[in-house]
């Protein structure tokens, strides 16, 4: 990776779940619901534009949403913004159009409201540090960094032989792969909170193997290699605020509650 800034695909599109519609919420998405009184989008957004690792940053989400919710502050938080697709996956294909193809992109959730600078430079080194090159990189959190920090905060974990994982908001994408890759990601989006579900894609063996951490990375790398002819890797990084996310009503809460106690501590501290 010659390069040392990513571009970022941020996918901010779909539509607000029924439950946060019933719980009074009124947006275009849960990506912009406020958090602690401001956006999740932009926090995610305004996190990548400090990092040291980003170049442009692309949103792919409703133009008319973005400019409605930011006006004209929106030329400061994207470089691009992209109408989505009719899914995830067609919305990430619309984040990568008229990239090259050598590019190497950071695609994030935009649901992830612990989202900083510091964490996102952390994973771009990671990133960076895996060998050989390769086409697609997953980023995952170990459960002991996780629990450490965020104890409150729910996941789906999944045992392999090397740790507890969990699925971050973050993860790697050579441009050139996205369409290459297209099948294989629906697939794994479709299945990304069964872990159980998601190994019987890549084989009945894995899936067998899979609750008693008998699995290894380099089996589930190999594995994704065969079934996507590409290189495909898994970037570990033990930084939790890539993986707090917003799936329910009661992560939100649990997020407000993490931000005003890190509000607080600060005007303490000042």
């Not at 510091?118 to 959190?141: C, K, L, M, N, T």
């Not at 299945?191 to 380099?218: D, E, M, Q, T, Y």
């Not at 996507?228 to 809460?253: H, I, Q, T, Y």
Request: with cysteine; proline share 5%; aromatic share 6%.
């Amino acid at each position: 990776m010659p390069d040392p800034s990513f571009t970022v695909i941020a996918l901010a599109g779909g539509t607000l779940e029924r439950d946060f519609r019933k719980a009074g919420y009124s947006a275009a998405n849960k990506a912009y619901l406020p958090i602690a009184g401001t956006p999740m989008l932009e926090r995610v957004l305004r996190a990548f534009r400090s990092s040291h690792s980003v170049g442009r940053i692309r949103v792919v989400t409703q133009p008319d949403a973005f400019a409605a919710a930011f006006g004209s502050d929106g030329a400061a938080l994207a470089d691009d913004v992209i109408a989505p697709g009719s899914g995830l996956i067609d919305s990430m294909l619309a984040g990568f159009a008229g990239l090259d193809e050598h590019e190497m992109t950071l695609v994030s959730a935009t649901d992830l409201p612990l989202l900083n600078a510091a964490a996102i430079d952390a994973f771009a080194s990671q990133a960076r540090d895996v060998q050989p090159e390769y086409d697609i990189g997953y980023g995952f959190v170990s459960r002991q960094a996780h629990v450490a920090k965020y104890p409150q905060v729910r996941h789906t974990w999944v045992p392999l032989r090397e740790g507890v994982f969990c699925g971050g908001g973050v993860s790697v994408l050579r441009a050139g792969a996205a369409t290459q890759a297209a099948e294989l990601l629906r697939k794994v989006a479709a299945l990304r909170k069964s872990p159980l579900r998601l190994a019987g894609v890549f084989s009945a063996g894995l899936l067998l193997r899979l609750p008693f951490g008998g699995v290894r990375i380099a089996e589930l790398e190999r594995r994704a290699d065969e079934l996507s002819g590409l290189r495909c890797r898994g970037v570990r990084c033990d930084e939790p605020d890539l993986a707090v996310n917003v799936d329910r009503l009661e992560d939100l809460n649990a997020a407000e509650e993490i931000l005003r106690g890190i509000n607080r501590a600060q005007s303490i501290a000042n």
